[in-house]
């Protein structure tokens, strides 16, 4: 495609919009979007490519030059990460900018600094070094430079799995079998999945494997009492329902009214009945302790600090710090502790988040078990097993872009194994 200087000028626009980052940058790029009504689809496709291509490599890109602008960065990430060449650019920049891009093209990569390299801040590559050697953090990092590709989950309760793949196949949608999830599709390319007639229908819905892996982990039966205990906009509350196939009761908690309304129209399309979505004020709510003792399987995919999505959210790498890691672990233990008052004995709950971070992960789960010994560890491997998935992380689901193509997710099982003793 050839560069025009209103795409030019609108991406530099965009960038100077987001880049503060004070909100998420997805949802800034939405309402420019919004507020230009002008631009064209092919010109939201490479204003969103350009952002967040810049969002992924910032941290080389900064370092190239003293006086950074949204000018400076668009181009630089143009002729460095876009491939496009000088002769493309020559009509719409000046001689000196020529003369520069030039000198970053030249750049060799693997000469610059790990951070840079793995475009990780200095704080979490201090982190990462305490458990990973500098060259696994390396292919950490270039694992989640690249972008996710987007993964279906078919609602079951509507449709099978190869009926999908046919569908989209009819249609000239390229679309596989995900390797993990007995329900997933993986889409080659991005196309505008929130239109078609299986998504509108309730047959599809856009999630990652990972995310639906932990379904299968918690693997609710017919007839049980499940909660979701942060449900956010009800992605993996509807898979639960759907392997519930709509029998017993499940409940979808949130803080949050907003996120909750989000998951209304997706509930409606899905064809479950057994679903209840309710705000709750904290983990302490009186609607969670009323169910005290009386659940059979728990989701608790905790609130975290979402390092691994940096594929799809690589502004977190700045609106994350090791203050707020440190109150997500305050936090995630809180919640841990009210979840796991749920489970009636025998009963399963899974503790995930999207983060690679041991703190937030195995640290949390350890700190839980040592002061509950009424909770003792299952071994994920074996329950994806009993699930007819081939996948073997250890005693905890460990995901990763990538060995496995998904967001980086963690999982542990727990069991209640006796009721709790009076205080």
Not at 99 to 112: G, M, N, P, Q, S
Not at 170 to 198: D, F, V, W
Not at 233 to 251: E, T
Not at 346 to 355: E, F, H, I, Q
Request: some cysteine; aromatic content about 8%; charged content about 25%.
């Amino acid at each position: 495609m050839q560069l025009t200087p209103f795409q030019l000028d609108s991406a530099i626009v965009a960038l100077r919009t987001v880049l503060p980052l004070e909100y998420p940058a997805d949802g800034i790029l939405r309402h420019f979007f919004r507020e230009n009504p002008l631009l064209g689809g092919q010109d939201r496709a490479f204003i969103a490519e350009t952002v967040f291509g810049i969002l992924r490599h910032r941290f080389f890109l900064e370092s190239l030059t003293e006086r950074i602008t949204p000018r400076s960065l668009v181009l630089a990430y143009l002729v460095k990460f876009n491939g496009m060449n000088l002769r493309e650019l020559a009509p719409l920049i000046s001689e000196s900018e020529t003369k520069w891009l030039a000198e970053i093209k030249a750049i060799k990569l693997d000469t610059l600094p790990l951070a840079i390299q793995a475009e990780f801040p200095e704080w979490l590559v201090e982190k990462l070094k305490q458990f990973m050697a500098d060259a696994d953090i390396l292919n950490l990092g270039f694992s989640l430079q690249k972008s996710a590709p987007l993964d279906l989950r078919v609602n079951t309760i509507l449709g099978k799995r190869n009926q999908v793949l046919e569908t989209l196949s009819l249609e000239g949608i390229e679309a596989q079998e995900t390797p993990y999830s007995p329900c997933g599709i993986r889409l080659t390319g991005k196309p505008a999945i929130n239109r078609h007639e299986l998504f509108l229908s309730g047959k599809i819905e856009v999630q990652d494997e990972g995310s639906q892996l932990l379904g299968y982990l918690l693997a609710p039966k017919r007839g049980e009492m499940v909660v979701d205990f942060c449900a956010g906009a009800g992605g993996k509350s509807l898979l639960l329902g759907a392997l519930m196939n709509s029998k017993g009761r499940l409940y979808a908690f949130d803080i949050s009214e907003k996120r909750l309304s989000n998951l209304k129209p997706r509930f409606k399309r899905s064809g479950l009945s057994n679903l209840h979505a309710q705000r709750i004020a904290n983990e302490n709510d009186i609607k969670v302790k009323r169910l005290a003792g009386k659940i059979d399987r728990v989701l608790v995919d905790a609130p975290c600090s979402g390092l691994g999505t940096l594929r799809r959210n690589p502004d977190l790498k700045w609106r994350q710090s090791p203050q707020s890691i440190d109150e997500l672990k305050a936090k995630q233990a809180a919640i841990l502790s009210a979840a796991a008052s749920l489970l009636k004995p025998g009963g399963r709950l899974v503790y995930a988040t999207c983060s690679f971070l041991p703190e937030e992960n195995q640290q949390v789960v350890q700190d839980f078990l040592n002061t509950h010994p009424q909770y003792s560890l299952l071994n994920c491997a074996e329950l994806l097993a009993q699930q007819k998935i081939p996948l073997d992380t250890g005693e905890f689901l460990q995901l990763s872009p990538l060995l496995h193509q998904t967001d980086g997710f963690f999982a542990a099982a727990l069991t209640r194994v006796e009721a709790a003793k009076p205080e």
